[in-house]
Nanobody
Framework: QVQLQESGGGSVRPGGSLRLSCAASGVAYNSNCMAWFRQAPGKEREAVASIDMDGDTYYTDSVKGRSAISQDDAKHTLYLQLNSLSPEDTAIYYC?????????????????????????WGQGTQVTVSS
């Protein structure tokens, strides 16, 4: 069974940066898609970024241009670089992995599928942006 563990969250001031990590264990095969979601207090879970097995990426408009998703296949680790952070980025950040084949084939990774489509989830890491 695949287990995902996020790390790298913390408290930063506006304009600061963080790099989040998601380490996978128990991997029997490569995921076809990995993604980052976030959930702020009192808000719904929101897709942030995704990357497919070919390295194609997707970013939601609110982070495009100041965020970068990447992965290290050898280390089974997913990353999210967040720059120019603002209080609106405050949330728990979750990583998710692996879409059903039909969803993936329909473009569900780079167009980002709903959270319920992903097979595996981590427990989240807190990002707090305040002055």
């Amino acid at each position: 069974q695949v287990q995902l563990q996020e790390s790298g969250g913390g408290s930063v001031r506006p304009g600061g940066s963080l790099r989040l990590s998601c380490a996978a264990s128990g991997v029997a095969y490569n995921s076809n898609c990995m993604a980052w979601f976030r959930q702020a207090p009192g808000k719904e879970r929101e897709a942030v970024a995704s990357i497919d097995m070919d390295g194609d990426t997707y970013y939601t408009d609110s982070v495009k241009g100041r965020s970068a998703i990447s992965q290290d296949d050898a280390k089974h680790t997913l990353y999210l670089q967040l720059n120019s952070l603002s209080p609106e980025d405050t949330a728990i950040y979750y990583c998710a992995a692996d879409l059903p084949p039909a969803t993936y084939d329909a473009g569900g990774c780079t167009t980002i599928a709903p959270a319920g489509e992903y097979k595996y989830w981590g427990q989240g890491t807190q990002v707090t942006v305040s002055s």
